[in-house]
């Protein structure tokens, strides 16, 4: 069954909660010709230097939020670039969905992601709206991929991850073009911990924002991968209060929202200005360190804010 939708910054309407199994109608997009830089190298986890006079501004943020904040941000047409420790490590919490479905995409194309999936109820997960209600049936990778984008499904992921080859075989996807910085070691939910100290499951805002590169904007994905990928992620029911909510109105953002523990919140994006202009590749992401500490959403809108402000934007 298809479900339509109607498609508008910062929102999306959903029917009945359950359109994971929906095909999406493809839209143009600008692309780029390669798939975006190499990541910095693994061994490489010193904070890099924000570019004046955005320094303040973010570390005024830090103070603001009692949060460790890094950020990445690029014009994919000038090139030009804000960072405020873009090499630091966070845990990117379920900011990799993205790249999981991207990976699904890579592996299976279009035509082949009506494969379904069986799956026990043994298999469902804490933060599976979509997925436990198709135990007896299973589900598409289609449906999966949407069910993790839309609602941040967690044990539709997991079922995604078992496709790739496990955490390592999503990990080994990112290698192929040129992140060598991003671990993946588990399944959700325990991927998301954000233990202060544990590089398990972690990654930079640099990496993160290249590889979302890669699938959206590079040539990791043909042009209707790509197209499916942006739709999906356009259209999500989780970042509204994020980079979305940092950037100008009319903006077309298609973002993954995460949450880790000890207050961390994370958000990449792809965005494109209401102008036509080129695409801007974000990536915001903060930790609070402490246990229990709750997360703060403004934190990153602001974040972006001044990162879109820096770019001219």
Known sequence: MT???????GAAWAAAGLLAL?????????????PGSPAASKRSTSPAAATEPTAPKFRALEREFDARLGVYALDTGTGRSVGYQPDDRFAYASTFKALAAGAILRKYGTDGIDKVVTYSRD????????SENFVETGMSLRGLCAA???YSDNTAVNLLLDELGGPDGLEKVLEEFGDDVTEMDRYEPEMSDGTP???RDTSTPRAMAESLRAFLLGDALKRDERELLRQWMTTNMTGRTLIRAGVPDGW???D?????GYGGRNNIAVVWPEDGGNPIVMAVMSTRGKQGADRR??????AATVAADALGR
């Open 3 to 9: 479900y339509p939708l109607r498609i508008r910054r």
């Open 22 to 34: 929906a095909a999406l109608p493809a839209c143009g997009q600008q692309t780029e010709s390669g």
């Open 123 to 130: 298999d469902v997960v804490a933060d599976s709206p979509v």
């Open 148 to 150: 993790t984008l839309w």
């Open 197 to 199: 100290g544990d590089i």
């Open 252 to 254: 077309d953002v298609a």
């Open 256 to 260: 993954k929202s995460g949450s880790a």
């Open 297 to 302: 959403d403004a934190l990153i809108a602001k």
